[in-house]
């Protein structure tokens, strides 16, 4: 355990940066399936509304990944592949039909 005062506030600190990192990975997970659902939905039922939905959730979870990247949260590698990923998975999606 931690004897002097700055030990126990880096303690402190570094929990607090645990929650927020964790909580940040948890919703790029969360988007990425939210992202995967929708175009599943637009597998089912190809329309302009679907397709954008596909778009915009796509967006959403490309802008979190890169806010992760700036705070430090993910590595821009581990970032770059995730979006990657996912866009590659979307564009097999958006023009299989």
Same mark, same amino acid.
């Given at each position: 355990?931690?004897?002097?005062?700055? =030990?126990?506030?880096?303690?402190?600190? =570094? %929990?607090? @940066?645990?929650?927020?990192?964790?909580?940040?990975?948890? #919703?790029?997970? #969360?988007?990425?399936?939210? #992202?995967? =659902? @929708?175009?599943?939905?637009?597998?089912? *039922?190809?329309?302009? *509304?679907?397709?954008? &939905?596909?778009?915009?959730? $796509?967006? %959403?979870? /490309?802008? &979190?990944? *890169?806010?992760?990247?700036?705070?430090?949260? $993910?590595? +821009?590698?581990?970032?770059?592949? +995730?979006?990657?990923?996912? @866009?590659?998975?979307? +564009? @097999? /999606?958006? #023009?299989?039909?």
């Amino acid at each position: 355990m931690a004897n002097n005062k700055s =030990a126990k506030k880096r303690i402190k600190v =570094a %929990e607090r @940066n645990r929650l927020v990192n964790k909580s940040y990975k948890s #919703t790029v997970k #969360t988007l990425t399936k939210k #992202t995967l =659902a @929708n175009c599943e939905k637009y597998k089912l *039922d190809p329309n302009s *509304d679907n397709k954008n &939905l596909v778009m915009f959730s $796509l967006s %959403e979870a /490309f802008s &979190l990944i *890169d806010k992760a990247v700036k705070k430090n949260v $993910l590595h +821009k590698n581990n970032g770059a592949n +995730k979006k990657s990923k996912i @866009n590659k998975l979307v +564009k @097999n /999606f958006l #023009t299989s039909k």
